[in-house]
Structures are given as structure tokens and as C-alpha cells.
């Protein structure tokens, strides 16, 4: 299994550009999510989906949306990039949201916005 | 501010030594903890989890414990290696949400 997997690892965005990062998993998870990470600051949810077809808005989501069109994959756009955007974007996934529930991570896209 | 607050930021440690990191909150209700390990350039793993009843689990070299009451937790690690450089992300779940720590980062030195 290659558990989560992100598309791309890296990527440079001018102001006004739009981008899809593709999340992956192979787990059969239920649970997706995105967030990002920022120095000195824990990770913040931006969106998560409870399952095919559905999303729902986290902590941050403006200047964000999001698709979950296959169980398996949880796309995040953005339409018109702005530098405060430059961060880390990390996918999660879990089977249930329950109490013992583990979020398994992907490894990480780096976008930086001019 | 941040509801979980971790401590120290940062640390240096030589290889063998051991160290402890904090983790205070003030969410609640409280539902688990968990402590993850986040390497450089990846996302990260989790290393503990405990729930309201417990105070102490450990995986390894690596020993955590809760007291909700202070609702204060911390992680020990043992006999530290090189490869424990890390950052060390203390998450505390509540209902359906999950709140995050900055993190500790830990650099051991040979």
C-alpha cells in the first residue's frame, strides 16, 4: 500500500494563478482532509469530506475549494493564488472520525505563491 | 492563540541523552492526545494516543503521559538517536475536531 500520496511535491504559483493539488489514498478511508502548515503555527484544517461526494469547510477555508468526485481521492483548488497562500499542504485520511480514529498524512506539497 | 501550546520550541540534545517535551491544552471536552512524529520534509506519523483514562502508554523508546486534570501531557524519549530529529506535534482531539500544536523540534547531535 502507498497509503496517501499528494500531486505535485513542489510547486511555484504567480498572484492570480489557480492550481489543483490531488490527494491520494489507498486505505479505502472515508475520512479526507487538507491542511495546511505554516511556521510556528500547528496545522489548520482548510477542508475535509466524511465520504464520496461530500465536503465540508474546516478552520480556513477561504480561498479554497474542494472535490471528492472518487472515495479515493480529495482535490484541493485554488482559483486565484495570493501569497499568503504559500505554505505546506498536507492530506490526511482516516476510516472513521471516531475516538481511536488515526489520520494517516501524506507527504506534503510546498507551494509558494510570487 | 493557539490552544495547544507546546514547549519547548526547540532542542538540542546529544545522541544517547534523554529528553522530555510538553504539551499543555485548554480545549475541551477532551476526547484523546495524541503525540505524532514529523520528520523533515514529510507529514506526520503518530506515536502515542491515549484517551481520558489513561496517563501513561509507550511505543518504544518513546513514553508519554497525560494528566487531565492539569491537562498537561508530555513525551520521554529514551536513549535518544540520531534518527529521533524530528519535530514532535502534540494534537489534542475534541468532538470531531483536532487541534495542533507548533511543535518541538529536536535535533540530536552525535
Known amino acids: 500500500n502507498a497509503g496517501v500520496t499528494q500531486t505535485p511535491k513542489f510547486r511555484v504559483l504567480k498572484t492570480g494563478q489557480s492550481m489543483t493539488l490531488l490527494c491520494a489514498q489507498d486505505m479505502n478511508h472515508e475520512y479526507m482532509y487538507w491542511y495546511r502548515q505554516d511556521p510556528g503555527m500547528g496545522l489548520r484544517l482548510i477542508h475535509y469530506?466524511?465520504?464520496?461526494?461530500?465536503?465540508a469547510k474546516g478552520e480556513v477555508p477561504d480561498g479554497y475549494n474542494v472535490s471528492r468526485l472518487k472515495k479515493q481521492n480529495f482535490l484541493l483548488g485554488l482559483e486565484s493564488a495570493a501569497p499568503s497562500q504559500t505554505s505546506v499542504y498536507f492530506c490526511a485520511s482516516s476510516q472513521t472520525s471516531g475516538r481511536a480514529s488515526e489520520q494517516f498524512f501524506g507527504p506534503g506539497t510546498r507551494l509558494t505563491v510570487l | 492563540k493557539n490552544q495547544v501550546e507546546q514547549s519547548p520550541q526547540s532542542l538540542i540534545i546529544l545522541e544517547g541523552k534523554n529528553c522530555t517535551l510538553q504539551?499543555?491544552?485548554?480545549?475541551?471536552?477532551?476526547?484523546?492526545l495524541r503525540w505524532y512524529k514529523q520528520d523533515t520534509g514529510r507529514g506526520p506519523v503518530s506515536l502515542t494516543i491515549?484517551?481520558?483514562?489513561?496517563n501513561t502508554k509507550s511505543n518504544g523508546r518513546y513514553t508519554a503521559t497525560l494528566d487531565a486534570d492539569t491537562k498537561q501531557s508530555s513525551l520521554h524519549i529514551t536513549a535518544s538517536q540520531l534518527s529521533d530529529s524530528a519535530s514532535y506535534i502534540c494534537v489534542v482531539k475534541v468532538k470531531n475536531d483536532m487541534r495542533f500544536g507548533a511543535g518541538t523540534r529536536l535535533t540530536v547531535k552525535p
Open positions: 491515549m484517551t481520558f483514562s489513561e
Open positions: 469530506s466524511v465520504g464520496e461526494g461530500t465536503t
Open positions: 504539551c499543555n491544552y485548554t480545549v475541551s471536552p477532551f476526547s484523546n
